[in-house]
């Protein structure tokens, strides 16, 4: 099983109702989860006790979803994409939540209200990487952390790779401007 | 060339050379589209996330 390509163990996964299936999974999830717990880490700014809770929910969406995936396809923009789209849910879900907040402490007091910019007050790299939005975030991460090809990325966010280069362009000088104004010294 | 070809040249270069190590032909190229300064700024920007993220900072 070692020397199987990602595909073929999905596809044994997707096929076999022995034993087979189980060790092609537990072969996949050894392959895969320590990167996608340091993805979910990094996407979901350090919170380590969440990231964990993400990972096992990965697998269990890999689990349900296993006979969506073609065998025709390679498997690791599959499971990145899984990962972007349950961060992406994550981020639209705390930003409502953070909206109401905020309009909870609006209606109680007259302070004004500062959004995330504005609220960093550390000049710290990660901490300007984590003013940018998600999909910004996710290429920085997936481009410097896990060093994806422009290919894989391309895949990944199902369009042209000079598009994927367009976008690391515009994103890190959009980041260079912002570590400019917090004085970062490189 | 389109721009976003351009910027799609820029963003190779800059991820593999310095300004002063580029070609005549390369940093004219650079040039076209933004100073040496903005060039600079954008490699160290991408020096420094490489930086950062190659001290493997895990969960």
Known sequence: MKSKTDEELIKIFQNSKDDQCKIAFDHLYNRYAKQMVNYFYYALKNDNEKAQDFLHDLFLKIIENKDKFDCNQSFKPWIYRIAINMCNNEYRRKKIFHKYEEHIKASETDCDTNNYIENTTETDLWNCINTMNPEKRALIILRFKFNLTINEMALIFNCAEGTIKSRLFYTTKELSKILKKQNYEF | ?59
Do not use: G, H
């Open chain 2, 1 to 59: 060339m389109s721009s976003d070809k351009k910027t799609n040249r820029v963003f190779e270069l800059a991820e593999q050379f310095e300004f002063s190590e580029l070609l005549d032909m390369d940093k004219k190229y650079i040039l076209s589209v933004m100073t040496e300064k903005e060039y600079n700024d954008l490699r160290n920007t991408i020096n420094s996330l490489s930086n950062y993220f190659m001290k493997d900072i895990e969960p």
